[in-house]
């Protein structure tokens, strides 16, 4: 696959920051491939659907104030929730943004995450919609889940203790198979959703990890593992095995709490680090002086340093799918890089995309970086940046 031509757009029209961004393919024209719909929330609560390509808004919703929004490619719904109503509207995209249904929540308290999921084997329906609800102390917090295409009401509650430190509409963290977990300041939580069914009583964790300090950010590894990291340290934690072996002492499908105090394997660094995520079994991490590390998790060596110029600034985000890895900073910049094809676990840096417009002293830098396989999508202040790249794909003989 190669780039023959780049296309830049800036979608503007939000009057308040932008704290989440979505993208959404239609997966029913393979024949006439796009960029996916892009859909953000500001944190005025309004929503905004836009065609990157024409960089123009396709729908929007301004009435009450939205607190957080999940979409699904493979069924065309957009989940909205609304703080003034304690609901969760579901919107057809393929049928001119139609309102399908509107979910109950509970009163009073507003869900600041939402996220669809698709799980193999469980039973519960499939996908499935989670809600992260937020509660101080003495109250407790709740993971609500619930099936978008069928009973209004929610099919089963994880429970949470009170929530302290920051929130991130990023909180609810799913592997591809199916382990949710939620950072509680020194505690990660975490449920197998395969395992859960439907019930009125509120389920405890099935596992809970205890770091030895505050956990500021964290990714999944391996499916079964877990990578947290605090001050300047890297912990990856066995959670499946925690969680089979607990699994395997339950009577009558009763599951007991684990809890886990020594991680699998840590990572001592000299950095601290400011963001964190997996590609081909390796760690990606970004650090306030603009560089990019690659980490083994098996023995915790540090196997590659992207410095400047790449980035002269904080790096705020990194994406990474199966071919590509993409990383934005403070500075303006999205640096993009591409696997080596040795099976060396190496990658190469190919170029940089600029802010250009937006870079200016009213935003602080790209916060997020998106990518999908014919776009890039930097995301900073009230504006969204788009690159989209004409893309020619290898020949099969």
């Keep these: 696959m190669s780039v023959l031509s780049a296309q830049v757009r800036t979608l503007r029209g939000h009057e308040a920051p932008i704290t989440t961004v979505l993208t959404v393919s239609d997966v029913t024209d393979w024949d006439n491939p796009r960029p996916p719909m892009v859909i953000s929330l500001c944190n005025d609560g ?43 509207d579901i919107w057809n995209l393929n049928n001119n943004f139609s309102l399908q249904k509107t979910l109950c929540s509970v009163p009073g308290k507003a869900i600041i995450s939402l996220k669809y999921k698709h799980l193999a084997m469980s039973s519960l329906p499939t996908p499935i919609l989670m809600g992260y609800i937020a509660a101080t102390h003495p109250q407790l917090s709740s993971i609500q889940i619930w099936d978008p295409n069928g009973d209004v009401k929610p099919l089963v509650q994880l429970e949470v203790p009170p929530y302290s430190g920051m929130l991130s509409k990023d909180i609810l963290q799913v592997s591809r198979n199916g382990l949710l977990a939620i950072i509680n300041t020194d505690t990660i939580l975490v449920w197998n959703l395969g395992i859960l069914t439907p019930q009125e009583s509120p389920v405890p964790p099935h596992t809970t990890v205890h770091g030895d300090s505050t956990v500021t950010i964290t990714c999944w590894l391996h499916d079964n593992c877990l990578a947290t990291h605090c001050t300047q340290k890297i912990d990856i934690w066995d959670v499946n095995t925690a969680i089979s072996a607990t699994h395997k002492r339950a009577f009558q ?117 998106l990518c999908t396989q014919s776009s890039c999508l930097g995301i900073c202040g009230n504006q969204i940046k788009v690159y989209t790249f004409a893309v020619k794909l290898a020949e099969t003989v």
Excluded at 47 to 75: F, M, N, Q, Y
């Design 46 to 88: 309004k929503v905004k659907c836009w065609d990157p390509l024409e960089a123009k808004v396709l729908w929007s919703r301004d009435e009450g104030v939205v607190t957080a929004i999940a979409a699904d490619h493979l069924t065309s719904q957009l989940a909205s929730s609304c703080s003034t109503n304690a609901t969760i």
């Design 253 to 369: 499908f009763q599951y007991r709490e684990s809890n886990m105090y020594t991680p699998l394997r840590s990572i001592h660094t000299s950095q601290i680090f400011t963001c964190l995520c997996s590609s081909n079994q390796l760690l990606l991490a970004g650090d306030p002086n603009g560089n990019v590390h690659i980490l083994d998790p098996t023995n915790g060596n540090c196997l590659q340093v992207f410095s400047k110029p790449p980035h002269v600034s904080m790096v705020t985000n990194i994406c990474a799918d199966g071919e590509r890895v993409m990383s934005c900073s403070k500075d303006f910049s999205i640096r993009v890089y591409r696997w080596t094809q040795d099976n060396t676990n190496k990658l190469e840096s190919l170029y940089t995309l600029l802010g250009g417009s937006v870079a200016h002293k009213k935003h602080d830098g790209f916060w997020k970086v």
